[in-house]
């Protein structure tokens, strides 16, 4: 049981490009999240999907995007990569019908490690 | 003042102590209560889930929770270098209709032989 999966591992680019991380799921969860974690910072909320087509905006939203592309997937986007976006990206899913709504523990991946030169 | 306070460490304990790790908070519509260990490039892993006030035990851990004065701590005994990791608490309730978890910031643990 793989649980939850984050690809690629590790990425770099120069600022100005575009990149989508990748994260799927295989325990049936409704809701997904992307974080980013940073030293000192702790993991902050990008964005969750609380069910297949909704999507909302954490505590940092800008400079990102993402995609619920069906109940297993979650994509996050970065449309012009900055290097205030370094960081280690953990995608998470849980329970419930609706995140607004589900007090079930989150599951993580083993994050996405990105570099923004 | 975050809403979740974790002191970061690093705190580092020989072999076979019993280790206390605590998070403080101010927001009292925390209802559910999450202990996480997070290895080196690792993600987190849920460790202790519980609800409202109280203990929990699993195995060496213990989760303990004590809403009167919004702190809750982790305990684990007979420590060992495997435990070494960053482990974070998290907390959810109901507040602004949604039940995502604020995460405290983390605690540095290391257990030397």
């Known amino acids: 049981n793989a649980g939850v999966t984050q690809t690629p591992k590790f990425q770099v680019l120069k600022t100005g490009q575009s990149m989508t991380l990748q994260c799927a799921q295989d325990?049936?969860?409704?809701?997904m999240y992307w974080y980013r974690q940073d030293p000192g910072m702790g993991l902050r909320l990008i964005y969750y999907s609380a069910s297949e087509g909704t999507t909302d905006k954490g505590e940092v939203p800008n400079g990102y995007n993402v995609s619920r592309l069906n109940k297993r997937e979650f994509s996050l986007r970065l449309e012009s990569a900055a290097p205030s976006q370094t960081s280690v990206y953990f995608c998470?899913?849980?329970?419930?019908?609706?995140?607004?709504?589900?007090?079930?523990?989150?599951?993580f991946g083993d994050g996405t490690r990105l570099s923004i030169l | 003042q975050k809403e979740v306070e974790q002191d970061p460490g690093p705190l580092s304990v020989p072999e076979g102590a019993i280790v206390s790790l605590n998070c403080t908070y101010s927001n009292s519509a925390f209802q559910y209560f999450m202990w996480y260990r997070q290895y080196s490039r690792k993600g987190p892993e849920l460790l202790m889930y519980t609800y409202s006030s109280g203990n929990k035990e699993d195995g060496r851990f213990t989760a303990q929770v004590d809403k009167s004065s919004k702190y809750i701590s982790l305990f684990i005994r007979d420590s060992q270098p495997s435990d070494s990791a960053t482990y974070l608490c998290a907390m959810s309730g109901k507040s602004g209709g949604s039940y995502i978890p604020t995460f405290g910031r983390g605690t540095s643990l290391i257990v030397h032989p």
């Open positions: 325990m049936n969860h409704n809701s």
């Open positions: 998470a899913s849980s329970e419930g019908n609706r995140a607004r709504h589900s007090n079930q523990p989150q599951h």
